[in-house]
Structures are given as C-alpha cells and as structure tokens.
C-alpha cells in the first residue's frame, strides 16, 4: 500500500515522504532520528480512517489523568482492551440475560406502572411510556467504557488490586504483548480492518519474550484486513524480521536535518538481505558475521582480477584463492587504490585476512576482540569490493 506522509509545522518531517507499507513494516533508527513522529502521522493519516487504529506508544500508555477524568476508554491501552472484550460482550446469553433481569424488576414494573396510570389522567390514551435497555448502547456506554484495568497484587501486603496506570512500565507492557498475544491466538475480529502501530516493543522485553511478542504480531499481519507497524532500535528485531520491509529512518544532513526513510532492500554490498548489514547501515554496529559476509563475497568476487601471475610457490604447489586474495589485495595498496592495514613489514598478510583466521577458527582472545578492530576491517573491506566492482566495470 502506498501512502505520502505530509511535511509537518513544527516537526522533524520537513518534506513529504512517500512510503510503501506491507502487511508488516518495520521503522528502525537511531534514537531523534523521526520515528515517532513518523508513526504518529501514519496513524493520523486520512488513508487509514476505516482502521481500527491501535497506537502502543514507547511510554505513558497508561491513561493521563486529565482521560482518567473523561473518557478513559480513548486511550490506546483501552481500545485495545476494549477490541478484545467487545466479542465477549456480544455474547447473547449475557446480554440478555442483563436486559431480561431489568425488565422483570419489580421496581421498574412499579416504575412504569404508576407512570402510564399519570399519563392515562393527563387524558393520554394512546401511547405508554417505557424504559429498556439497548444492547449496542449497554454494551458501548455501560460495559465496555466503564471496565477499569488492575493488576492482582500476590505480594505478601495489604495491597490487593493496583489500577493500570499505577503500576510499572515494564509490567504495563508486559500486559499489552500478553493482550496481543491473545488477540492473535483467538483470532478475535478477523473480518475487521485493524492497524497495529506499536512504538519499541523490545521495551524493557527479555530477548525470548521479544521472539514470542514478534511471532505473535507477525501472525497477526497474516490476516487479511491487518496491519501491523513497528518502530524499533534492537538489532534482535532487525534479524527477526529480516524478511519484511524494514525501512531506516534518519536524519538527513543534506535535507537540514529532516526526518528521511530509506527501505533496506538487497542493494547492499553484500547483494542479498542480510540482518548483520541492515544492522551495520542502520544503528552501525560492525558484527563478526558482517564482517565473514563481507570477506566470503570479497573471495567469491577475486577470480577475475589478473594483475599478478599464478606461479607455484617454492614447493612447487599452486597457490590457493586466500594467497591469491592477498596478492591481489597487497597490489591495490601498492598502486594507491586504498589504504590498508598489514600485520609484516613485507605486506603479505594483511589484517583482514588475519582477523579471517581468527574468527574461523576462534580462541579466547577472539570472543574480546575490540570492536574498533573489527570495525577498520570491515570498512577495508567495503573500500576493496568497491575498487574490485568498479575495475569489472
């Protein structure tokens, strides 16, 4: 689905931002980088008025106190309750049992009685007064709106029930990823548009509930009329959801700093989508994987360069693609065509192919490694495959 975000007065989005949302969208950046003023304008936005929209924001989604005071069911935390209870309440043998009580009330039969018999003296004839109750008014105005949320207190104290908004933001979001887990698992209102927009679920999440909370709402975007939005800064959600569109948000220096997305498909160096490099682009982080990824497809790319003769060495045995890598390597450096770095004064063996050995076939030392050194191999890589890409040209 295509849709344009609008620029915004008084906001990070400066320009307008044309977007293409799948069934599950991730919006990953580093933080005051736009996205949540991103998600914010998705959520307003004209094109999803026939959404039920639930927005999970990073904090406060416990009622404000000037809602608790009006209406509290307009917070999120509550229309999500209220999207699961709402089939509950739909249950006839509830609510007729509700309207079936109040009309067989002897004070409601007193009631209207002795009304009717006023009328009739007043000279009405042809008309009765009557009281009921509506099921849809019962269940929107009377049940639904008028559920408080509470927590059950099992610690040994005089504390019984905590109300929603008063207990810790851990726990609170806790209770929202079980309420989603929920949702999916019943397959609650499956024939209704609903658009999930949940800001940082990984909050305050231990890694193997941040797994089951994202299973829970990918399935969810399986559905036919459901979409699901996230906005994360955990490189675990990245390799989670590698397969779905996941876009980077950042600031753009050369828009004066506006709030810009990039959708990170297989244009990388590595071709192919790999968490390890979306990670590396986005929140720059220089992983051993992205580092092997980057090293495999410099050695699988080696073959066409011929700038050295394949001579046996001394004993006479033909040298392997690593010696030839580094022969190859030690010559762009000698020409000029990059800087880089070698663990001998004669250059034969450079760091990065150094550092290979190391993490394939791993010690104590290596599992400490300086992510600083990982980090100048990875960019001598980058700066190889480039040079190499450019001389196939």
Do not use: C
């Not at 949320?149 to 810790?168: A, P, Q, S």
């Not at 709030?259 to 590396?280: A, F, H, P, Q, R």
């Amino acid at each position: 689905m295509k849709v344009t975000i609008p620029k915004e007065k008084d906001s990070s989005i400066t320009e307008d931002i044309p977007l293409k949302l799948a069934k599950y969208t991730i919006f990953a950046g580093e933080n005051n980088s736009g996205k949540s003023n991103l998600i914010k304008a998705i959520n307003d936005h004209d094109d999803f008025e026939s959404y039920n929209r639930i927005f999970i924001p990073a904090e406060n989604i416990q009622p404000q106190d000037k809602e608790a005071k009006t209406s509290v069911v307009s917070t999120d935390f509550f229309k999500l309750l209220k999207l699961i209870l709402k089939p509950i309440f739909d249950k006839d043998e509830i609510l007729n049992g509700l309207v079936k009580r109040f009309d067989n009330l002897d004070e409601k039969k007193e009631f209207i009685t002795t009304v009717n018999k006023t009328l009739k003296d007043f000279g009405v004839e042809n008309h009765e007064f009557d009281v009921k109750i509506s099921k849809e008014e019962f269940e929107e105005s009377l049940i639904v709106k008028k559920i408080k949320g509470f927590v059950r207190d099992l610690y040994k104290t005089d504390v019984t029930d905590v109300d929603f908004e008063n207990i810790g933001m851990g726990t609170r979001r806790l209770i929202v990823a079980a309420l989603i887990r929920y949702y999916e698992e019943k397959k609650i209102n499956e024939g209704e548009k609903v658009m999930i927009l949940f800001e940082e679920p990984e909050a305050y999440l231990h890694p193997k509930l941040k797994k089951e909370l994202y299973k829970s709402l990918f399935r969810l975007s399986t559905r036919e009329n459901t979409r699901v939005l996230i906005t994360t800064h955990d490189p675990y959600f990245i390799e989670l959801g590698r397969g779905q569109y996941i876009y980077r948000v950042f600031r753009d220096t050369k828009k004066k700093d506006a709030t810009t997305v990039k959708l990170m498909e297989s244009d990388g160096l590595l071709g192919y989508k790999s968490e390890s490099e979306i990670n590396y682009l986005i929140f720059g982080i220089p992983s051993k994987t992205y580092f092997i990824e980057l090293y495999e497809t410099l050695l699988g790319e080696s073959d066409f360069t011929n700038d050295y003769e394949e001579k046996d060495d001394e004993k006479n045995e033909k040298r392997s693609k690593y010696s030839k890598l580094n022969q190859w390597i030690k010559t762009q450096e000698a020409e000029g065509k990059i800087k880089i770095e070698f663990k001998d004064e004669k250059k034969d063996n450079p760091k990065i192919s150094n550092l290979r050995h190391k993490l394939t076939h791993p010690t104590e030392k290596t599992a400490s490694m300086p992510e600083e050194e990982i980090n100048n191999r990875i960019k001598e890589l980058k700066d190889l495959l480039q040079v190499m890409r450019a001389k196939r040209k």
